[in-house]
Structures are given as C-alpha cells and as structure tokens.
C-alpha cells in the first residue's frame, strides 16, 4: 500500500522556520516528481512547490518564491519543504504529492498520490 506521510508541521511566530518532510513507502518515488501544496482554512487547495525526479528542476508558487525550498533524497524516498520569513497568510494544512511523471507539475491533475497532510501555524 502506497503511503505518503507528512510530517514537520506546527505554530510558529511570524518571521520563524517549519521543515516540513514527507516519507513515501509501499513503493519508490524516485522516477516521479513530487509536490508539496497547502489549503487553508475556507480556500482551494494551491500548488506550493514541486521538484522533478533528477532534482535538477524546480517549480514555486509566487507567494513563497524566495523563502521555500524543495529538495528530495531519492535514497530515502524522502521530499522536504524548507519554509523560511514565515507569514500568517502561509498558516494552512500542507500536503506533499507524488506526481504521475518525471518532470513537475503545478496542477492537483498531475498528481496520483497525496499524503494526509500536516497543519502549519503561523502567528502574528
């Protein structure tokens, strides 16, 4: 059974840092791209970031462009999301993904497998 489990997530000041991790079993992931999206409270699920399989391409949303950083260890079947300048507008329930392909994608539709998620709490 394929398993994506989040982890890293709470409260946390504004200005402040979260690692969010996220541990795939059942199968690797290691061809796949992999994606981290977030909802908060009363809006759509949005894409935060994704990376490609080789590590080599990167995808950010706007709004944490310059303060988020994915990475991945493919020996560890592992995907990280490094949340830096942390804001109250990013406070919301974060979710990595495995995509369908090699090569990221912003889209929820590009995405099979999808973790429960972790909460992320900024205050202000």
């Known amino acids: 059974q394929v398993q994506l489990v989040e982890s890293g997530g709470g409260l946390v000041q504004t200005g402040g840092s979260l690692r969010l991790s996220c541990a795939a079993s059942?199968?690797?992931?290691?061809?796949?791209?992999m994606g981290w999206f977030r909802q908060a409270p009363g809006k759509e699920r949005e894409f935060v970031a994704a990376?490609?399989?080789?590590?080599?391409?990167?995808y950010y949303a706007g709004s944490v462009k310059g303060r988020f950083t994915i990475s991945r260890d493919n020996a560890k079947n592992t995907v990280y999301l490094q949340m830096n300048s942390l804001k109250p507008e990013d406070t919301a329930v974060y979710y990595c993904?495995?995509?369908?392909?090699?090569?990221?994608?912003?889209?929820?539709?590009?995405?099979?497998?999808w973790g429960q998620g972790t909460q992320v709490t900024v205050s202000s």
């Open positions: 993904a495995a995509g369908r392909l090699g090569i990221p994608g912003t889209r929820e539709g590009s995405y099979d497998y």
């Open positions: 059942g199968r690797t992931f290691s061809s796949n791209a």
């Open positions: 990376i490609s399989w080789s590590n080599d391409i990167t």
